[in-house]
């Protein structure tokens, strides 16, 4: 089991950019593949990047494909998404998971979440 704290969060103008951390602690933490993943009020948490334990392997969702890449610095033990271009559709509240078996866009696959941050985009 890993703890997961998520920040970054914030409003900005649409065209803005934003950068989210999730810091991880707990045992074997880097072994794990983290995801991000967000939900709108009143929707269905939608899956929105995700990064292999060994950072090779990365997927992102369609609707942020070409505007948001997912990192991981090792040392740190924090993941991070780089939000740019962003858009009043992505507004929502953005969550951290990690998952000891896969990468995968289904949050069944994540075993431990962050408490989530809001980012709120204006147009």
């Known amino acids: 089991q890993v703890q997961l704290v998520e920040s970054g969060g914030g409003s900005v103008q649409a065209g803005g950019s934003l950068r989210l951390s999730c810091a991880g602690s707990g045992r074997d933490f880097s072994m794990y593949a983290m995801g991000w993943f967000r939900q709108a009020p009143g929707k269905d948490r939608e899956f929105v990047a995700t990064m292999s334990w060994s950072g090779t392997t990365t997927l992102y969702g369609d609707s942020v494909k070409g505007r948001f890449t997912i990192s991981r610095d090792r040392a740190k033990n924090t993941v991070y998404l780089q939000m740019n271009n962003l858009k009043p559709e992505d507004t929502a509240v953005y969550y951290c998971?990690?998952?000891?078996?896969?990468?995968?866009?289904?949050?069944?696959?994540?075993?431990?979440w962050g408490q989530g941050t809001q980012v709120t985009v204006s147009s």
């Open positions: 998971a990690a998952s000891m078996r896969s990468t995968s866009r289904s949050d069944r696959i994540y075993d431990d």
